[in-house]
């Protein structure tokens, strides 16, 4: 079992930068892929990074690409996800995901999830 807890969010002006933390507990962090999605109010939770095991490689959706940055500490095992020109586009609840194979864009592929944080851009 894997255990994740996101911290960070907030209400932020558009333009703004925040920066997501989430602390895993419960396995090998360095044996898992991590990702970030979101969900706003009525629409479909979508992918937004992933990060390898290793942090070597990072994946974004197009929508993010540019802006976002996915990084991880295995030695405080705790991911991040710096967010820099938000807009209010990119207001939703962020959730943290882990799983141990190769990293998908799907959330049904992942077998762990953290609770969620609130981000609200403002116009």
Known sequence: QVQ???S???LVQAGGSLRLSCAASGRTFSTLVMAWFRQ???KEREFVAAISWDGRRTY???SV????TISRDNAKN???LQMNSLNPQDTAVY???ARTRLYS????DYDYWGQGTQVTVSS
Do not use: D
């Not at 864009?105 to 049904?108: L, P, Q, R, V």
């Open 78 to 80: 705790t991911v991040y």
């Open 105 to 108: 864009i799907y959330s049904n």
């Open 40 to 42: 706003a109010p009525e």
């Open 95 to 97: 959730y943290c995901a």
């Open 65 to 68: 690409k540019g802006r976002f």
């Open 4 to 6: 994740l807890v996101e």
């Open 60 to 62: 974004y959706a197009n």
């Open 8 to 10: 960070g969010g907030g």
